[in-house]
């Protein structure tokens, strides 16, 4: 497989080239060289293969052979390596529970994946690789967690100030060794836009080898099409399901698109956003505009300007007739995602993270309108990530799972930092 730039002024690269490098030189995202399609095969005994031999045979042809096969068996297996519960919570609607991990978020997904793919570039020759990663919460514990440890790779993670959750900030800043965690004075798209800056400047190039760990890069971005497959797999019902997927950066909406090109069964994908709907908004009206992120309740999905939008408008050729006949787009306030987790506590005995209860509050509009229909919410981080949120809306406790261990009791380390450029880049060649 060959991925392209999608601003198409830079030469096409494997798969391993794409990991390492992040983002083109041009400042493009890579994409496919063509849409791999699953066997009928594949379709028919999915329900019955084991989840690592589901990921080896989604990612096997996009990996193509800068992995071994035996050697990317196993990357897949510790990838998935947890549970994927599709949990029916009212009727109609099942949540795709995604946090059982060890961060407790979907992200452990693709930040696993990835970590072991460049762990085994950078033992392949590869010198000393720096992950320079912008979090809007769960990505840098993810990310941390993934890379703990790992030989030959060093990662530096931004996040905005005081815009985290306390136990998204502890799982970030607390882990040491080749893990640090940059506080920066700005929102998730001041980090993301340093971020940025930093891989297009020469003399920091001349310093690190940098790569991005976000859903840009596209050993993040591909093995998230697994657990659509997961839910798939789980689904009793002959009618293919409706997805409504809780959205910031558009990753995993992009990736669960993608396993539909491919041909996984999905009825229609609902893109459910908070305040920051600068989707939503371009499928109603046609007219993307990027806007300033405001803060919500939902913080990762925080997101004004979101990175993978031009992903999925890539993947339908541009065409805004085919993108909205797969896809619609859903705003929830604020005061409808703390209404929501109230009602459904009350009502289902089910407790949401603020991220699930949004895209439940799109899945219960678009029931509504299609009586018919039936669907699955993804349910992208454990309530207990967000305790600060939900406790006083159910006015209970959440219950600490252990994958928690003493988190709470670890002592943040951050280095804090202005939402500028030249602060970052003093900071990277001062150290
Ligand atoms: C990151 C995140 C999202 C948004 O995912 P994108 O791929 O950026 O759209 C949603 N929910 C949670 C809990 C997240 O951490």
């Given at each position: 497989m060959r991925y392209y730039s999608l601003r198409h002024q830079a030469p096409s690269v494997d798969f391993r080239q794409a990991t390492i490098a992040g983002q083109a030189p041009d400042g493009g995202l890579y994409f496919p060289e063509h849409i791999p399609q699953f066997a009928a095969a594949f379709l028919r005994e999915l329900k019955t293969k084991p989840k690592a031999d589901v990921a080896f045979e989604v990612l096997q042809p996009y990996v193509g052979d800068t992995i071994p096969a035996d050697v990317l068996r196993r990357i897949c297996a510790e990838a998935v390596d947890f549970e994927f519960p599709l949990v029916p919570v009212a009727e109609r609607s099942s949540a795709l529970e995604l946090f059982h991990g060890p961060t407790l978020a979907f992200k452990d997904v693709g930040a696993r994946f990835m970590s072991r793919c460049l762990g085994y570039f950078s033992r392949q020759g590869q010198a000393h690789v720096t992950v320079l990663v912008a979090t809007s919460g769960d990505t840098g514990g993810a990310v941390a967690s993934g890379f703990l440890g790992v030989e030959g790779v060093e990662v530096i993670i931004l996040y905005p100030k005081g815009k985290v959750s306390s136990v998204q900030e502890l799982q970030l800043t607390t882990l040491g060794q080749n893990i640090t965690a940059l506080e920066v004075a700005g929102t998730f798209d001041d980090c993301q836009q340093l971020v940025k800056q930093a891989f297009q400047d020469a003399e920091l190039a001349r310093r690190y080898f940098l790569t991005s760990a976000n859903s840009i890069n596209v050993a993040r971005?591909?093995?998230?099409?697994?657990?659509?497959?997961?839910?798939?797999?789980?689904?009793?019902?002959?009618?293919?399901?409706?997805i409504a997927v809780p959205s910031g950066n558009f990753g995993n909406l992009c990736a669960g698109l993608l396993a539909h090109a491919s041909g996984l069964p999905v009825h229609h994908f609902l893109a459910a956003c908070n305040a920051n709907d600068s989707v939503p908004e371009y499928l109603r009206s046609g007219n993307f505009a990027a806007k300033a992120a405001v803060a919500t309740l939902s913080n990762a999905m925080d997101v004004g300007n979101p990175s993978n939008f031009v992903r999925i408008l890539e993947l339908f050729g541009q065409e805004f007739e085919q993108l909205t006949n797969h896809l619609s787009g859903y705003t929830v306030t604020d005061a409808e995602t703390a209404a929501t987790i109230r009602a459904v506590y009350a009502q289902h005995n089910y407790l949401l993270d603020p991220h699930?209860?949004?895209?439940?509050?799109?899945?219960?509009?678009?029931?509504?309108a299609h009586p018919a229909a039936r669907g699955i919410f993804l349910e992208t981080a454990h309530p207990v990530k967000f305790y600060d949120v939900v406790e006083p809306v159910v006015g209970a406790k959440v219950p600490v799972p252990a994958a928690l261990g003493g988190l709470l009791a670890r002592q943040k380390q951050s280095v804090e930092l202005p939402a500028e450029f030249a602060a970052l880049k003093a900071y990277l060649l001062g150290r």
């Open positions: 971005w591909l093995p998230q099409q697994v657990y659509y497959c997961f839910a798939l797999q789980q689904w009793p019902h002959a009618e293919p399901p409706v699930g209860a949004v895209a439940y509050v799109a899945l219960q509009q678009y029931l509504q």
